[in-house]
């Protein structure tokens, strides 16, 4: 699959969107008074910041259906097949010290009835890593990149679609309780091209993610989904930015996010940039969280940057709270008891997200997470 045509578009100057670059020196160690890393837990981070050689890899378990392919390119080769350059000292690092970047690549014109399937799993050591998947134009897929285990895994992450493709990008990160996870992924759409993303987000002390997206021609279509759910001394960030840069393009973010425990910390930042070329466009990002308990903070800040009026429409939402009081006895009065009234709002809540995962065994793993965490709590009002 050729690279796609990006037609070259003004650099943005703002302290929002850190200029990208494979070059380390680009990105200084952080002093945590930046914006972009002004809510992120810098010393526990250290490992992920820190320039330590490693040859280290997580074990890599793939499950390919015919018209899928794999190979590994060398540094040098993989900034050529970028879909953007590194954005944070992170993923620099990631690119520059993972030796190379494992490329998947599903055909053109493919039509894939079963998921390309890559579990990551880590072992306890410290591993930089980066995967560029290529999604070949005309071509319909799912692809599900799991983690798991424990590691210190700093990570860059490509997924160049090309045009008229259809294609399901579903990232889940459900690792072990002491494990460190920070990286960037970035989406490049090709022209009338369909994609939706999907990032689930339930272990790890830290995950710290910079999810970026933007269009490689007019007619393309983003819908970015998103569950994370926090314990007590968890800290869980995803930084969006969707780059309009094309006309008559669709993006649509939806977030969900619930945190028990003390000290439990969830972080969500959302962006979207709507240059002067990208008239006829339309945009809409979300963020809800559910705080089960006391003690947890959830910070969501949403934004909208618009330089042309000729749009379809614009918006953005935000919303942090506890259990809506007339859900719960509207449960209760039909005999539904408490703890059970509680578990059933939780699921409702995710519902809509876990569904749109689009692989059956996934979403079942992913309810069943998600009352595992919500027996921490829920045991209280039994």
Known sequence: MAAPVIEAVEAIESHLHPTPSFAVDDHPYPNGREEIWRFSPLRAMRPLLTDEPSDAHLQWTESFPEGVSTHVVSPTEAKLLVAEAPIDRVSALAAARSGGAQVVEVAAGAELTEPVSITLTGTGAHVWGHVIFKV????????????????????????????????????????????????????????????????VSLGGKVVRLAETARFAGPGGSLEQFGLYFVDAGQHIEHRLFVDHNAPHTHSNVDYRGALQGEGARSVWIGDVLIRKIAEGISTFESNKNLVLTDGCRADSVPNLEIETGEIEGAGHSSTTGRFDDEQLFYLRSRGISEAEARRLVVRGFFADIIRRIGVPEVEEHMLAAVERELSVTMGAYA
């Open 136 to 199: 070949g134009a005309n071509s319909t897929s799912t692809i599900l990149l799991r983690h798991e285990g424990s590691a210190s895994y700093a990570t860059k992450v490509d997924v160049l679609v090309g045009d008229g493709a259809r294609v399901n990008f579903v990232s889940i990160q459900d690792w072990a309780d002491d494990a460190l996870h920070g990286g960037h992924h970035s989406v490049l759409v090709g022209r009338d091209a369909s994609v939706r993303t999907v990032t």
